[in-house]
């Protein structure tokens, strides 16, 4: 376990988070979950959280780890470490947990969490959200937030090397 995760109350190993959760839902508090890389965190990422966590009292975020990166952005990704992207995820108000998964998908980790919302970018729509159906057959709500136009890690990236 790093330094980092023995000393943030926020990142969490699944099995704590689990507990977690289940004290939340016993205190009757929403629980939103969202899943991302967030590689380069910028404008449109926090904007995104914020609106986020408006959907609800908690909100947790299932980090890709650096493995789970590679696999879907490619071998020169991601530019940060899972461990950093976590802290500076921790480090922001709106985010109440922070979980790295190893696969592609969030699913598992959906099912296990049972959360009150999903989320995901408008980019994506509802039917196309992993976990949706989950959450859905559970009673839960299913949303796909704005997408703010002109902030992505890929842009930045682009921008970097154009320079």
């Avoid at 696999?71 to 992207?85: E, M």
């Amino acid at each position: 376990m790093s330094a980092f995760k023995k000393s943030s109350s926020k990142y969490r190993e699944l099995a704590d988070l689990l507990k977690v959760r289940n004290q939340w839902k016993s205190e009757g508090l929403v629980c939103v979950f969202t899943n991302g890389c967030f590689d380069i965190l910028h404008e449109g990422h926090v904007r995104y959280l914020e609106e986020a966590r408006m959907l609800g009292d908690k909100l947790i975020i299932g980090l890709n780890s650096d493995k789970s990166v590679r696999k879907l952005k490619g071998p020169t990704r991601p530019i940060n470490l899972q461990d950093s992207r976590a802290l500076v995820l921790a480090a922001l108000q709106a985010v109440d947990a922070v979980v790295v998964f190893d696969t592609e998908t969030p699913e598992d980790i959906i099912k296990l969490l049972n959360p009150d919302v999903l989320v995901k970018g408008g980019d994506w729509k509802v039917d196309q959200i992993i976990g949706a159906d989950h959450v859905l057959k559970n009673g839960g709500k299913v949303y796909s937030l704005s997408f703010h136009k002109g902030f992505s890690t890929s842009l930045i990236v682009e921008k970097v090397k154009a320079d």
